[in-house]
């Protein structure tokens, strides 16, 4: 079982701005991204984030967000997905690096959890 990672955020530029920062200690893992809506405005696509778990070659996905209604395409999302995909309601660039790093080590998913657990964002 591979594990990957996809980012969404509300801005294309964040989403495909953060899989720089991570690459540099996760060059071996799967990150794939949606950013912002399909006609290119601020907001998020559940499409765009079928079309990033589509193209994930993981198996498994951890999945990370900026705000709120990112979520709710997320959750969505997997509705539409056949791989088992884990979404993260931590800090949204220190939560994908720790995760990217973590994989990179070969941790495995339930020690990877435990070390999100304190970058949690509390509601």
Known sequence: MS???TLVSHVSDIANGLPKL?????????ITTA?????GRIGTSMQKIIKAFD???ADEILAFYDLGSAKMNLEMAIEM????IHIYDTAFIEGA???ASLIQA???LNDIEKQLKPLTIKN
């Open 35 to 39: 950013g912002g809506t399909d006609d």
């Open 97 to 99: 690096y720790t995760a």
């Open 55 to 57: 193209d994930n070659s």
């Open 3 to 5: 594990l990957g990672i």
């Open 81 to 84: 997905s056949d791989k088992k």
């Open 22 to 30: 991570l690459k540099q200690v996760a060059k071996d893992v799967s």
């Open 106 to 108: 070969g941790v495995n």
